[in-house]
């Protein structure tokens, strides 16, 4: 079946540090690839996606390239801040033989940013 | 344009009861999908729903229902709650194309807070 692995956290980081948080995924078939992030006592946000591979998503200085050889989509950002405190979440999404396309989760990657 | 909106906030029900969680899609959004986070995991699919019908389930039980309205808003019920089922759930909204029925991106609202007793 689907699945996604990511990097198992916390992950505390000084303010300005580079971050990278590794995610792999198993899927049988091409998968669009998301991060998703959750503040603390909210829903998901969209942060990034890409939908094929190669692609490189962005946002907010945050990026992630679809890597079909090695199945990974990391999330990096150059310099992070405060506010970037929060739960990512590395995801999949794939058409299935019923003709729906579901999200896969990953378990999350709790990000404290220290000034 | 409005984004996804889900009523209750938090809920506080006991062992056995039965619960209903709301979903107000965005606009021009034709499907919803719902997810269980239970604390400190990922969210996990529990179903989909298109054109009001499911459209593909998780590996959820039956007392874990749903609807969704011809406006696209759903409903999911949860019958003979369990202390388990204590968790946040979450809508997501989305746009399906009828041509391949490929979905779009889906955008999560804020989620209901269910504790069981």
């Known amino acids: 079946g689907n699945s996604v692995t990511q990097m198992e956290g916390p992950v505390t980081l000084s303010e300005e540090a580079f971050l990278t948080i590794n995610c792999t995924y198993t899927?049988?078939?091409?998968?669009?690839l998301f991060w998703y992030v959750q503040y603390p006592g909210e829903g998901l946000q969209l942060l990034l996606k890409?939908?094929?591979?190669?692609d490189k998503g962005s946002n907010k200085g945050f990026e992630a390239t679809y890597r079909k050889e090695t199945t990974s989509f990391h999330l990096e950002k150059g310099s992070v801040q405060v506010s970037d405190s929060a739960v990512y979440f590395c995801?999949?999404?794939?058409?299935?033989?019923?003709?729906?396309?579901?999200?896969?989760f990953g378990t999350g990657t709790r990000l404290t940013i220290i000034p | 344009e409005t984004g996804v909106t889900q009523s209750p906030t938090h809920l506080i029900k006991t062992r056995g009861q039965q619960v209903t969680l709301r979903c107000s899609s965005q606009?021009?959004?034709?499907?919803v999908s719902w997810y269980q986070q239970a604390l400190g995991q990922g969210p996990q699919f529990i179903f989909q729903?298109?054109?009001?019908?499911?459209?593909g389930r998780g590996n959820f039980p039956p007392r874990f229902s749903g609807l969704q309205f011809p406006n696209y808003s759903s409903e999911l019920n949860v019958n003979a709650l369990e202390l388990d089922d204590s968790a946040l759930y979450l809508c997501?909204?989305?746009?399906?194309?009828?041509?391949?029925?490929?979905?779009?991106?889906?955008?999560f609202g804020p989620g209901t807070r269910l504790t069981v007793l």
């Open positions: 997501a909204s989305s746009l399906t194309r009828v041509e391949d029925r490929a979905t779009d991106t889906q955008y």
């Open positions: 899927a049988t078939g091409y998968p669009s």
């Open positions: 890409a939908t094929k591979a190669d």
């Open positions: 995801a999949l999404s794939i058409i299935s033989n019923f003709g729906n396309e579901k999200l896969t």
């Open positions: 606009s021009g959004h034709n499907t």
């Open positions: 729903y298109y054109r009001e019908e499911e459209n």
